[in-house]
């Protein structure tokens, strides 16, 4: 029913920028939560950045200060902009909402399939 396309992943060398973009498509009423997680290899995944819809933003430590998480409602989509890359950061960065189909629905998450971000010299 609801659809994440992620874009804007690739490879960066250290210190350098990339912006992740993540459009919701399908039958949507409304979007809460939106959010970015990672996962690096042999790793769980971790939350790195969320805004609620009242623009309420929360970020891993690592990243702050780093990154930056917005969004676009009437577009329906968030982004993560990430600078100052390192290393640490390569994963696959994934697009994550928390969504309402309708108005007497229950708010149900749903899950982009993945860009790589790989930081190295």
């Known amino acids: 029913q609801v659809q994440l396309v992620e874009s804007g992943g690739g490879s960066v060398q250290p210190g350098g920028s990339l912006r992740l973009s993540c459009a919701a498509s399908?039958?949507?009423?409304?979007?809460?939560?939106m959010a970015w997680y990672r996962q690096a290899p042999g790793k769980q995944r971790e939350l790195v950045a969320s805004i609620t819809d009242g623009d309420s933003i929360n970020y891993t430590d690592s990243v702050k200060g780093r990154f930056t998480v917005s969004r676009d409602n009437a577009k329906k989509m968030v982004y993560l902009q990430m600078n100052s890359l390192k290393p640490e950061d390569t994963a696959v960065y994934y697009c994550?909402?928390?969504?309402?189909?309708?108005?007497?629905?229950?708010?149900?998450?749903?899950w982009g399939q993945g860009t790589q971000v790989t930081v190295s010299p």
């Open positions: 399908g039958i949507i009423f409304r979007i809460y939560r």
């Open positions: 994550n909402v928390d969504v309402r189909t309708t108005a007497i629905s229950a708010r149900n998450d749903y």
